[in-house]
Structures are given as structure tokens and as C-alpha cells.
């Protein structure tokens, strides 16, 4: 490391800091006085000795050209879905404003900056944390490569989380919903609304799936479509492979289900289009389940809300948090006390019952009103503060 004086053409002062990456290239930067030369010299080499040096050059990369190797680096190992947002969010969102841009040259107001104007134009704010999170590893990423030093995503403030109020229905609608759908989709309406099944878990199930002997299904892969293609893949994690007890009732209506449709075969789909292929969730919930809402005096009602359908009327029969989390196949407990703990209105009116009966019961008999016995009540102690008041 050296620092050169030199003067320019036109008479003025310049010192050049001549440093060396560890690889050997040179690399220089230029100040108008020495002290400020010196400054970065001795930043540079604490910088190197603390083994936090970054090249001055490396954060020259632009967003867009970034974005590209990082995408390329990654998309292999996401779900086809999830790399489908991280495209669409770059492309649409991040591209346009920062793509121009060097990594080393974007600041958190630039990110914040975008981050208001989805909120101004009204998206979501589960949307809008779906693209910050794409940058969010984007930038994640680049500070491990040592391209910049810190990511400009760290202090940027993200839209509050709404929680919306889900839509269920009660067990009345849905019997009601799965007679709406007829026969052959009857039993996909009760794998979602009784076994809390995934669209995706439901409609990629096999004959070798269900024991009716056993009263057992097996969750092994689910399905999904992206760019209007359909793939089977396994499930998010590995607590999405399960093996559920299936109710009684629902057994009885599979094993019909099986007969009259004729499906031979341990690799038949229990459920097909008309020539065997798997079903589009996007021409089920249109073509079948829209119409038979409106049928069944539940509309709005989507597939997933017969998932959440399932878990409020498991908590609301008591089952505990861990058999709810293992059912819905999450890894983790408070997710669905998150997600899916949607207290219904008989569960709210059987929780006032049993208060009620904690503390009114107590205070009759059956020969008294229950305004004699609160006034035969002993009244409790009073207690004054220091200015002679009653508290």
C-alpha cells in the first residue's frame, strides 16, 4: 500500500492510494488531501487485518445483472411455485426501479421508497411482504458474497400483517356443500372441510393412498400448477408426509366413491378430469365449487377455507395444538395457533356457558333468587386511601 502526490493539468493537488487485492490486482482511489488518503489507507488495512475487507469494485454489479445469477443460482432448488413469485416479483416490481442500479449504490430509502408506493397503489400487505422478501434475499445473499457490505432491506419498514377474518362454515353447510358438488367431487369437499387436506395433498391422491381396512390415508406428494403446467412433487417440509385416521363416516363414503367411479389400480387418482389426468385447481374452484357455494348458502368459500373449516371445528371440539399442527401437516405449533385457531360463534357461546356456570352457579339455590343470594353476600373489605376515599 502507497499513497502517490501528484498535480493535475490545471495545478490542483491529488494523492493516490495504490492498494492490491489479495489475488494481486491493484486498485486505486484518488483524494484531494493527504489526511483523507491516509484515512482510507488505514481503514483498508484494519479492514483486511479484522478479515472484513470488501472490494471496492465488487459492489459495481448491477441489480438486474445480479438479480439474473442469482435467480439462475437458486431456481433449482425452490418449489416451481415459489420460484414463480421470486420471478414475478423481480421482473415486475424490483427490475423497473432498481435494475440499473449498482448493489453498491442502493440505499434502504430506495427500497422503502418502493415498499410505499405498492402500499399507495393498494397491494396487500401479504403481497408486499412476499416482494420484500425477494429482495430481501437477494441482498442476503450479495452481502455472503462479499459484494456489498450491508443490505440496504435492513432497516426498511414492512406493512403491518392484517389479519383477516377467515370465512368458515358450519357442519350443516358443508354436508349440504358436498351434496352441491355431486358425486363425483363429494369426497374431495369432505378431505378438505373433515381431514383438513391441501387442495394440492387432495388431488394428487392414489388408490395405494387409502387403507379402508386400516381407516388410514397417506400424504407422500401433492401437486401443482405453474405456467399452466401440472407437476407432482413432494410436500414443503418433512411434516408434510403423514399417515391420517380417517373418520368412519368418511371411510364409508371413499369406499363408494372408489366403486362407483371405478378406480383400479394402486396409481389411479381418486380424483381426474374426464381423461384421468389430475384436476386444475383453478377449474375446479371456478367450474364446481363457485356454483355449489352459492347452492349451499356459503358463497366466497374457497377450498382453503375448508381447511380452515376443519381446524376451527378441531379446536373448537378441544382437540390440542400439536394433533392440529400434525393433521394439517405444519412444522410448527403456532402457526396454526396463528393461522387457524378462528374461534366459531358456538364455541364462543359455549365458553360464555361455562363461565357462567363458574361463577353465577355458586351464588343460588334452587329455593332462592339470584337476588337474594348476592344479597346475602358478605361485603368485602373496604380499603381508603390516604385521603379518606374508598378504593
Excluded at 180 to 195: E, K
Excluded at 220 to 242: C, D, L, M, N, Y
Excluded at 272 to 296: Q, W
Excluded at 324 to 335: C, I, K, S, W
Aim: aromatic fraction near 8%; hydrophobic fraction near 35%; include cysteine.
Amino acid at each position: 500500500m502507497s499513497i502517490h502526490r501528484r498535480t493535475t493539468k490545471n495545478g490542483q493537488v491529488r494523492y493516490d492510494v495504490r492498494l492490491y487485492r489479495p489475488d494481486g490486482r491493484e486498485y486505486s482511489k484518488t483524494f484531494r488531501t493527504r489526511r483523507a488518503a491516509e484515512r482510507f489507507q488505514a481503514t483498508e488495512q484494519a479492514d483486511r487485518a479484522r478479515g472484513t475487507w470488501l472490494d471496492p469494485q465488487a459492489g459495481s454489479i448491477t441489480f438486474a445483472e445480479w438479480a439474473d445469477e442469482w435467480f439462475a443460482a437458486n431456481s433449482h432448488s425452490w418449489r416451481p411455485r415459489t420460484a414463480e413469485k421470486h420471478e414475478m416479483a423481480l421482473r415486475v416490481h424490483w427490475k423497473p426501479r432498481l435494475g440499473h442500479l449498482t448493489l453498491s449504490a442502493i440505499r434502504p430509502r430506495q427500497i422503502q421508497s418502493i415498499v410505499n408506493d405498492l402500499v399507495t397503489h393498494c397491494y396487500s400487505s401479504a403481497s408486499i411482504q412476499t416482494y420484500l422478501g425477494t429482495v430481501t434475499g437477494l441482498f442476503s445473499a450479495a452481502v455472503d458474497a462479499d459484494l456489498i457490505g450491508r443490505s440496504p432491506c435492513r432497516s426498511v419498514k414492512r406493512p403491518p400483517l392484517r389479519s383477516d377474518e377467515k370465512l368458515v362454515i358450519t357442519p350443516t353447510q358443508l354436508h349440504r356443500l358436498a351434496d352441491a358438488v355431486g358425486p363425483r367431487w363429494r369426497c374431495l369437499i369432505y378431505l378438505g372441510g373433515v381431514m383438513g387436506l391441501r387442495f394440492g395433498e387432495a388431488a394428487s391422491l392414489q388408490r395405494r393412498d387409502v387403507d379402508l381396512d386400516a381407516g388410514e390415508l397417506s400424504i407422500r406428494r401433492t401437486v401443482t400448477e405453474t405456467a399452466g403446467r401440472i407437476s407432482f412433487g413432494q410436500p414443503k417440509t418433512q411434516a408434510g408426509f403423514r399417515t391420517l385416521a380417517i373418520p368412519q363416516p368418511l371411510v364409508t363414503e371413499l369406499a363408494a366413491h372408489i366403486e362407483r367411479f371405478r378406480i383400479k389400480g394402486p396409481d389411479a387418482l381418486l380424483f381426474a378430469d374426464s381423461r384421468g389426468r389430475p384436476i386444475r385447481r383453478s377449474n375446479f374452484a371456478n367450474r364446481v365449487l363457485a356454483p355449489a357455494t352459492l347452492e349451499a348458502g356459503c358463497r366466497g368459500l374457497t377450498f382453503h377455507g375448508l381447511r380452515h373449516t376443519a381446524a376451527t371445528q378441531w379446536i373448537a371440539d378441544g382437540i390440542d395444538a400439536r394433533t392440529v399442527q400434525f393433521h394439517l401437516g405444519h412444522a410448527d405449533p403456532r402457526l396454526v395457533l396463528k393461522l387457524y385457531a378462528h374461534a366459531s360463534h358456538n364455541a364462543d357461546r359455549a365458553a360464555a356457558e361455562t363461565t357462567a356456570a363458574s361463577i353465577w352457579n355458586d351464588l343460588t339455590t334452587p329455593t332462592e333468587s339470584p337476588h337474594e343470594g348476592l344479597s346475602r353476600r358478605r361485603e368485602p373489605h373496604r380499603v381508603r386511601d390516604g385521603y379518606g376515599m374508598e378504593l
